[in-house]
């Protein structure tokens, strides 16, 4: 065969005949043999973010310049680029995900009170593939959701971007059924890969949801279990859940369902590089359009094996969306004609008084920002002044106390570091800080409440301020203003029963408080004890959303009871105690903007400067720590069992004796 085929060869020497049949025979075998392994590996990259909270240009808003070359991240014009970009530069499949909260976070979201649906359109334009819902999408309740989505075409199969969400249950009838929520995906790949997608809320994102119901969860764990099951049975060679739940639930996730091939989680505002547990990557990418997720895997399909491998290719995990990215010329038209609605929209509520949301409101040569959780802030202090003093002027009445939930407080205030913007807030970036939520009106953000409690009522509040802080976390820690307290979280328990034993409230994690008795910003010499005895009331100014809720606690732990009240001391209905001005509601976001301008102007800079004051926290909450009470409850019921356990071995040794001596006597 060789000899007919390859005389020229055959007379070579037997050394290079022998060697030229090996490479004969391995080249027969490459070209006939079955297709090898190599073959058998396929690639495909998953792009994603979370936590967009509405960010449609980048921040801060006083440092942007279209064009220009600036310190700012975000917004989607850059994104559309970017994604483009990915996709043009290979030929594997690339899929575009969002864990949830899209909206609730700037003040573009006011936009959607005003029959807009600004993110969801921004989305489709740069190219998302599928999403799931956070918390903030029910800021203003599961019926403007239904609107938002309906308004923007859905459910529109085939035209919009999937909306999946697993675990959301809603009543029969209900109009965000008729959006086209799915409960999974199934994306068929070009190169044969079909990857299995569902979505959860989880239990910390849907407990601080503030307008959720009637729209409730089940369990995430037990969906996830039926989603696998399902998605597998389906065909899904890889199983994808998209979250909103947090990094420590998505672990329990990860650890509690198997199966789960990735996690592409959101709402704790994260980003780190991917984690593996239980075999299962879980991803989260940051907030505010701040970077773009960009995780590249491969997968066997003779062997079923996933692997990242963006540290292979040396491709990076995170892609700022900077100014060295061009922003879509189409994507930035349409973010500054909604800039030009929401000053419509400003100008309107305010008459007048702003009308450009980029203007310089106010000039600072610091941050006002949040150090650390559970503790004072200066950017708490500066919400919770402007919220007492400018209720003062409104209402004509001088306010002792304001409180604001750290929840409720949404960003730090940053001035601008650009050479045009230097120290510069505009009302955008300051507004950003306060503008959650609606009222009544239907207008966007959160109206001021103005009522009355006595002595014994806000020292309550304090306690539970410390109580749920420990039981829901720093979003329910409060901030205040008009007040200076000393409080040990240690001292506000007795005991927490394991197993989910309901815990043992001591009611004693205040240790003092005082109330400032100057005029203006808090100084440190004019204060009065807060007596929790006398008859008097104090004016506390907060806003609708914790006026709701704060008096719930009162109905689980009686001794914790608020009852608002008017002036007279007679109780008062919520819509009663908001503010109006003019019969608008005065917002929460109003009161920040006109507080900045009420500052002394500087000649030379031309605006309002904020007090050095503001430049760090004060000492208006004072954590002390002790030996906490727990402690001394676990060291209490040590000293039962073991006595209980003395009187038991007592009790068994005065019954083997009274045996042995009735044996004695009846042998």
């Keep these: 065969m060789w000899t007919t085929k390859f005389p020229d060869l055959m007379d070579k020497t037997p050394g290079k005949q022998q060697i030229f049949r090996f490479i004969a025979v391995c080249a027969l075998f490459l070209l006939f043999a079955p297709v090898t392994s190599l073959s058998q590996v396929k690639h495909f990259t998953l792009l994603h973010t979370s936590d967009e909270h509405s960010v449609l240009l980048p921040l801060s808003l006083a440092d942007y310049e279209t064009g220009a070359a600036d310190y700012t991240k975000g917004g989607y014009a850059r994104l559309a680029t970017l994604v483009e970009r990915i996709r043009n530069e290979t030929e594997e499949p690339v899929l575009l995900f969002s864990s949830g909260d899209i909206i609730g976070g700037t003040p573009f979201s006011w936009l959607i009170l005003e029959g807009y649906s600004p993110e969801i359109e921004f989305m489709k334009m740069a190219g998302y593939d599928g999403m799931t819902l956070g918390n903030h999408e029910f800021d203003y309740g599961p ?97 994808v859940a998209i979250t909103h739940s947090g990094i420590d639930e998505d672990r329990e996730l990860a650890m509690g369902v198997d199966g789960i091939d990735i996690i592409l989680g959101g709402h704790d505002h994260l980003r780190y590089e991917p984690d593996i547990v239980n075999n299962t990557y879980i991803i989260n990418s940051g907030k505010y359009l701040q970077y773009l997720g960009n995780y590249e895997f491969e997968w066997n399909s ?18 700022p969306l900077d100014h060295l990215i061009d922003e879509d010329p189409l994507v930035l038209e349409m973010a500054l004609e909604y800039l030009e609605k929401l000053n419509e929209f400003v100008s309107a509520h305010t008459q007048g008084k702003f009308t450009d949301v980029r203007e310089p409101l106010v000039f600072s040569s610091f941050p006002l920002i949040r150090p650390a959780p559970f503790t004072e802030t200066a950017v708490g202090n500066f919400v919770t002044d402007a919220m007492r003093l400018m209720a003062e002027k409104v209402t004509g009445e001088k306010v002792d106390i304001a409180f604001q939930g750290n929840g409720v407080i949404r960003s730090d205030i940053i001035p601008g570091a650009m050479e045009w913007s230097e120290g510069m807030i505009s009302f955008f970036d300051m507004v950003t800080v306060s503008g959650l939520g609606s009222g009544a009106d239907g207008k966007a953000g959160y109206p001021l409440v103005s009522i009355y409690l006595t002595g014994r009522e806000v020292l309550n509040i304090l306690e539970i301020s410390a109580l749920l802080s420990i039981f829901m976390g720093d979003n329910y820690f409060l901030q205040t203003s008009g007040l200076r307290y000393n409080y040990d979280p240690g001292q506000a328990l007795w005991l927490r029963i394991p197993f989910g034993g309901p815990p043992v409230p001591a009611y004693r994690a205040v240790a003092r408080a005082e109330l400032y008795t100057g005029e203006g910003i808090q100084d440190d010499i004019s204060f009065a004890p807060v007596d929790g005895d006398d008859d008097r009331l104090y004016h506390v100014v907060t806003d609708y959303y914790l006026t709701s809720f704060l008096p719930m606690v009162g109905d689980i732990l009686p001794r914790l009871k608020l009852v608002p009240k008017d002036r007279n001391g007679h109780p008062l209905e919520l819509e009663q105690a908001v503010i109006r001005r003019e019969q608008r509601e005065y917002k929460i976001w109003e009161a920040v903007a006109e507080y900045a301008i009420s500052f002394e102007a500087d000649e030379n800079i031309g605006l309002p400067v904020v007090p050095l004051y503001y430049s760090s926290p004060g000492d208006r909450i004072v954590l002390q720590q002790g030996m906490p009470l727990k402690y001394w409850s676990y060291f209490y019921i040590v000293v039962i069992l073991a006595i209980l356990l003395v009187l038991v071995l007592l009790a068994a040794r005065k019954i083997k004796q009274r045996r042995l001596t009735y044996r004695r006597r009846y042998p």
């Design 143 to 239: 019926d403007v959701l239904a609107e938002y989505l309906l308004r923007a075409g859905y459910p529109g199969l085939g035209q919009q971007i999937p909306l999946i969400a697993s675990n959301l249950s809603l009543p029969e009838g209900h109009m965000l059924l008729e959006a086209g929520i799915s409960e999974n995906h199934i994306y068929k790949l070009p190169n044969g890969i079909s990857l299995g997608v569902f979505g959860l809320l989880g239990v910390s994102a849907y407990e601080v949801a503030t307008s959720s119901e009637p729209a409730e969860i089940a369990d995430p764990l037990d969906i996830a279990l039926q989603q696998v099951t399902q998605l597998r049975e389906a065909g899904a060679d890889i199983i």
């Design 302 to 319: 003779d062997n079923g094996r996933l692997r990242l491998v963006n540290d292979l290719i040396r491709s990076p995990y995170f892609i």
